[in-house]
C-alpha cells in the first residue's frame, strides 16, 4: 500500500527540515512526497532540494505562489499512491504515523476516509494538550466526528485516493481555513469512515502563523471567506444522505460561532449576512435546550454568545 504525502511550502524554513525528517524517519517505507514550493522567499527551496537528492521518493515541484488551497490542489495533480495524506510543512508527524494506518487500512480496504489524532505542541516540541477523543475505535459516522476539536482540518484524516478522484474534491482558491469548505463534503460523500484514536499528528502552535493572526482586518477576511465556503457547502446535493440536518446544523452553528471574533460595525455587518442567508433555521431544534438556543439568537445574538 503506497502514500501520497503532500506538504504545501511557503516562508517556513525554520520548520521545514524538522518536518521532512519526520517523514524521512517513517517506519514505514512505502510512500511519496509531493513537496509543493509555493512561491517561497526563504531557503526552503534549498532544503527541498537536499531532500529530493537524498532520497527519491521526496519530489520537489516549484510554482508561483497561489496560497494554500493552490498549493494542494496542484500537489494532487502528482499523487500516484493509494492514499492520501496532507501535512502542514510546519507541523510533523511520529515516525509510526503510516505503520499504524497502514495496519488500519489493511483490514479496512472499504474505508473512504481515515481520522487520526493530533497533538497541540510549542515551538520546541513540548506538549500542550492531546486533542479530545470520542469513545469508539472503528467505522464511525460523520455526526461521531462533529464534537472533535479539529473536525475540519485537512490534516486529520487519511483519504482513499481513488474516492477523492473520483469525486473530483478541490479546495477553494484564496481562502482562509480552506479546511470548512471541503471537508464538511468528504465526510459526508464516504461511504465508511474510520476513526482511531492513535496521536500521530504534532500540531505547532506558532506566532506568525496564518490562523494565528489577529488583526480586525484579517479576522473580517477570515469569517467572510468561510461565510462564502458555507455558500456552497449548503447548496450541495447529498442525495438521500440521512445525515443532512445534522449536517446542514453543524455547519450553520460554525458560521454563526465565527460572529464571536468581530466587534463593532462588523459584527453588525456580519450578523446580517447571516440573517439574509437565513442561517438560523438550519440549526436543529430536536430538543429544548436547542429551541432555547434558537430562541436566544433571534431575540439577541450577542444574548446568545454571553450565555452560551
Known amino acids: 500500500m503506497k ?16 518536518c521532512l525528517n519526520s517523514v ?8 511519496e512526497v509531493i513537496m509543493v514550493n509555493d512561491g517561497t522567499k526563504d531557503n526552503c527551496k534549498k532544503i527541498m532540494d537536499t531532500f529530493s537528492k537524498r532520497d527519491k521518493r521526496f519530489k520537489a515541484y516549484n510554482k508561483e505562489n497561489g496560497g494554500l488551497s493552490d498549493a494542494r490542489n496542484f ?31 489493511k483490514k479496512n480496504k472499504e474505508v473512504d476516509v481515515l481520522r487520526i489524532k493530533c497533538k497541540k505542541v510549542d515551538e520546541q516540541g513540548n506538549l500542550i494538550c492531546f486533542e479530545k ?16 476539536d479539529f473536525f475540519e482540518t485537512a490534516w486529520s484524516y487519511v483519504y482513499n485516493l481513488s474516492f477523492w478522484k473520483k469525486n473530483n474534491f478541490k479546495y477553494m482558491k484564496d481562502k482562509i481555513h480552506e479546511d470548512f469548505g471541503l471537508t464538511p463534503e468528504i465526510l459526508m460523500r464516504a461511504k465508511k469512515i474510520y476513526y482511531t484514536d492513535y496521536f500521530v499528528y504534532n500540531y505547532v502552535q506558532r506566532e506568525g502563523s496564518i490562523m494565528s493572526e489577529k488583526s480586525e482586518k484579517k479576522t473580517l477576511k477570515k469569517c467572510f471567506d468561510i461565510l462564502e465556503q458555507y455558500d456552497r457547502l449548503i447548496n450541495v ?26 466587534k463593532g460595525q462588523n459584527f453588525k455587518k ?16 430536536n430538543s429544548l435546550k436547542r429551541k432555547i438556543k434558537i430562541i436566544l439568537l433571534k431575540i439577541s445574538v450577542k444574548l446568545y454568545f454571553k450565555i452560551s
Open 3 to 18: 502514500f501520497s504525502i503532500i506538504i504545501p511550502i511557503y516562508n517556513v524554513e525554520k520548520y521545514l527540515e524538522k
Open 24 to 31: 524521512l524517519s517513517q517506519s514505514y517505507e512505502n510512500f
Open 75 to 105: 500537489g494532487l495533480n502528482y499523487a500516484t499512491g493509494d492514499y492520501l495524506i496532507f501535512i502542514d510543512s510546519d507541523d510533523y508527524i511520529e515516525n509510526d504515523y503510516l505503520f499504524k494506518v497502514n495496519e488500519i487500512l
Open 133 to 148: 477523543s470520542i469513545n469508539k475505535n472503528g467505522i464511525v459516522t460523520i455526526c461521531d466526528l462533529f464534537c472533535l
Open 237 to 262: 446535493d447529498y442525495g438521500e444522505n440521512k445525515y443532512i440536518p445534522e449536517y446542514k446544523s453543524y455547519i450553520s452553528n460554525i458560521v454563526i460561532e465565527k460572529a464571536k471574533e468581530l
Open 270 to 285: 456580519y450578523i446580517r449576512e447571516l440573517k439574509r442567508r437565513k442561517v438560523f433555521n438550519n440549526l436543529l431544534n
